[in-house]
């Protein structure tokens, strides 16, 4: 039987993790991420979950121990933040050139200089190009179901994937989540059965140094060059798309719940702006929606779940009609615009779509950002586009003198 429990964002992925039965964690304590690994940690040390709790000196090591406890066949989790998260980048890329279905929670925070324990997501929005899976959560609910379809999408496609959710803003909020049935959990993710492993009866080289062109190995058989490999990786975060779409769908018919597959829609049927984000900064902006709409601006909501792969093809469906976009996110890539506002623009204008979209950067560093702020820079996006500004940077809440 499922049960409804008042808790955290931080145990609501703890809760995925136990239900998927992970075999081996590997931890090391960052602000706001720690409570995952710590309620983790309570259930392994009471016998409530039968795995290998590893504590390290590092998130480098976190990272190394996920990658060599993947490489001999089990299912491996860890959690992270911020620095954490860049301290474990070596090892990111390792992690998805091996091809190993690690999962890990990215709670999201600022990234010093100068230190900040406070949201924004630049800190996963700077590890986009790894090779990870990125998946964007709204709320608790999304966190915890999207830990379990993690593991099924990973262990398919054989890529990690990070689940990222905004810190403080979901990871210490208390909202109501049903912890789905363990045994219809293990219907919809049996075991893992990796399709090779690191064994002593079989030994073998995993990753040894590797040449630009094909060769032969000693025993005749013809080996990728790097670029091959490369191509297998991008080829399967292209294949993962449509993978991600299908478990979304499988979960939804067992457990009753579909957070939309690549992106999720918010009366944008006959929307005249589209507002469009990531977490919980697309959830304020569907409250946003509604106070254009009581002002007569007849306003949408296109919350993309998934950004890594690019969901391309529903960007370009969700967006194609729209007459104006504005974009909120809290990133930014120095040097041009936010990341996901450049990356609906190449979608859209590489095949002709030539909307106006409105880049505002906004809650960096956990600066508040309320529904009617948003309204309003809605209201004078729209003006800017009607007296011609088809493009434009705006640092909402922010001394720009």
Not at 139 to 163: F, G, K, T
Not at 374 to 391: F, N, P, Q
């Amino acid at each position: 039987m499922s049960d409804v429990q008042i808790m955290t964002g931080n145990q609501a992925a703890a809760y995925g993790v136990k239900l998927c039965k992970v075999q081996v964690i590997s931890a090391y304590p960052i602000t706001p991420s720690t409570p995952v690994t710590e309620t983790i940690s309570q259930w392994v040390e009471r016998g409530e979950l039968k795995a290998e709790y590893v504590r390290v000196e590092s998130e480098h090591s976190v990272m190394t121990v996920c990658v060599a406890a993947s490489t001999v066949g089990a299912r491996t989790f860890t959690s992270t933040s911020s620095h954490g998260l860049l301290y474990m980048c070596e090892q990111l890329h390792w992690a998805a050139g091996s091809r190993l279905p690690i999962v890990l929670a990215c709670v999201n925070r600022g990234v010093g200089a100068p230190w900040s324990i406070f949201n924004d997501q630049q800190d996963s929005i700077s590890q986009r190009d790894t090779g990870w899976i990125q998946i964007y959560c709204r709320d608790n609910q999304e966190i915890l179901d999207s830990l379990i379809q993690a593991y099924r999408i990973a262990e398919q496609v054989y890529c990690p994937v990070m689940v990222c959710y905004d810190g403080f803003v979901l990871s210490h909020t208390m909202m109501p989540v049903e912890i789905p049935d363990a045994d219809r959990v293990g219907e919809f993710l049996p075991p893992y059965k990796p399709h090779t492993i690191l064994c002593p009866e079989d030994p073998r080289n995993i990753n040894p140094v590797i040449f630009p062109w094909q060769r032969r190995d000693a025993e005749g058989v013809l080996r990728d060059g790097y670029m091959d490999m490369r191509w297998k990786l991008q080829h399967a975060l292209e294949w993962s798309r449509d993978v991600i779409v299908e478990v979304c769908r499988e979960y939804a018919e067992l457990f009753g719940r579909d957070h939309g597959g690549m992106l999720w829609t918010y009366k944008t049927d006959d929307a005249e702006v589209l507002l469009a984000g990531m977490g919980s900064i697309a959830t304020e902006a569907t409250t946003a929606a509604d106070l254009l709409r009581e002002g007569g601006i007849r306003a949408g909501v296109v919350g993309i779940r998934v950004y890594r792969p690019f969901p391309r093809a529903e960007v370009r469906e969700a967006f194609h009609k729209a007459p104006a976009i504005v974009v909120f996110e809290k990133d930014i890539s120095y040097g041009y615009e936010g990341a996901l506002s450049a990356d609906i623009k190449a979608a859209l204008y590489g095949i002709g779509i030539q909307t106006p979209v409105h880049n505002y950067i906004a809650g960096l560093g956990g600066r508040d950002v309320k529904a009617n702020e948003l309204a309003e820079a809605v209201r004078s996006s729209l003006a800017a586009i009607a007296g011609g500004t088809r493009e434009q940077q705006t640092w909402l809440n922010c001394v720009t003198e």
